[in-house]
């Protein structure tokens, strides 16, 4: 508990401004994201994390992955890894998507630095998510996971900053309720309010989003969870597949999404 409460929100708030200052995106906002970038990779730095940089080409253009590193004092092979994609898109700000999960999982990293763990915890800020999904692609299938490294868990942050306790202020993709009657249920209980982080899992992630969800409850209580279990890798739940979690399902590693509802609930997606 004294871990958790180590959350400072006006962390949050002041990361989330100067990130939010104008347009991160290749085309029309490289300055911004490029500063974002360097911003990800001195925090790491600071926090005495491992840092190392993945660049990767894409449609002519280079990315960039920046991934810190805390190695684990027992078992550092198995890692746990906890990320979000900063860039945006160049219509707006990209405030909560994806500003929110970045200063997120930085405030994670902050709060973690000072101690030690059995395993071994990977921070990775992904960028070109928007143009696809393009730095996770890179990490996962391009030289990313080292070859003796398990990733036993991972934590997507994607979109995490909008709440609403408006009656209808969450909507649905078609036919969820019929594959998610109870999270529909637990809906419609309040209201249709966008009051709750969705715990997105996989089949090959269970034991992760049920982890996730007990431990939520018994550390911060108030947060209101709904959890999703998508069948398979996702493929018959698209929307549930729009982020970087996507290719350590589609590899069987687990991994969760924990999101806001993007579009379903930001009335400014």
């Known amino acids: 508990?004294?871990?958790?409460?180590?959350?400072?929100?006006?962390?949050?708030?002041?990361?989330?401004?100067?990130?939010?200052?104008?347009?991160?995106?290749?085309?029309?906002?490289?300055?911004?994201?490029?500063?974002?970038?360097?911003?990800?990779?001195?925090?790491?730095?600071?926090?005495?994390?491992?840092?190392?940089?993945?660049?990767?080409?894409?449609?002519?253009?280079?990315?960039?992955?920046?991934?810190?590193r805390k190695p684990g004092v027992v078992e550092d092979s198995i890692t746990f890894i906890n990320d979000a994609h900063y860039d945006g898109v160049p219509a707006g700000p990209a405030a909560d998507d994806n500003g929110s999960g970045v200063v997120g999982f930085l405030e994670v990293a902050r709060i973690l630095a000072p101690y030690n763990f059995r395993n071994s915890i990977r921070f990775i800020g992904f960028d070109m998510e928007e143009d696809g999904l393009i730095g996770s692609y890179n990490y996962v299938y391009n030289g990313g996971i080292e070859a003796w490294e398990e990733i036993a868990g991972v934590f997507n942050y994607e979109m995490i900053g909008y709440y609403s306790e408006r009656p209808n202020s969450q909507q649905l993709p078609p036919g969820f309720d019929v594959i998610f009657p109870d999270a529909a249920d637990s809906l419609a209980a309040h209201n249709g309010a966008g009051d709750f982080i969705t715990n997105v899992g996989s089949d090959s992630a269970v034991w992760l989003t049920g982890q996730y969800d007990s431990i939520s409850r018994i550390y911060v209580p108030e947060l209101r969870i709904i959890s999703l279990i998508a069948p398979g890798n996702g493929a018959a739940t698209v929307d549930l597949r729009r982020s970087d979690h996507a290719y350590f399902w589609d590899e069987g590693i687990e991994a969760v999404m924990l999101s806001d509802g993007a579009n379903f609930r930001n009335i400014n997606y």
């Open 1 to 68: 508990q004294p871990i958790v409460d180590q959350v400072d929100t006006m962390n949050l708030y002041q990361d989330l401004q100067w990130m939010s200052a104008g347009v991160r995106d290749h085309a029309t906002g490289l300055t911004l994201l490029t500063a974002t970038k360097d911003s990800i990779t001195d925090r790491f730095n600071t926090l005495g994390f491992e840092v190392v940089t993945q660049a990767f080409f894409f449609s002519g253009d280079s990315g960039h992955n920046v991934i810190g």
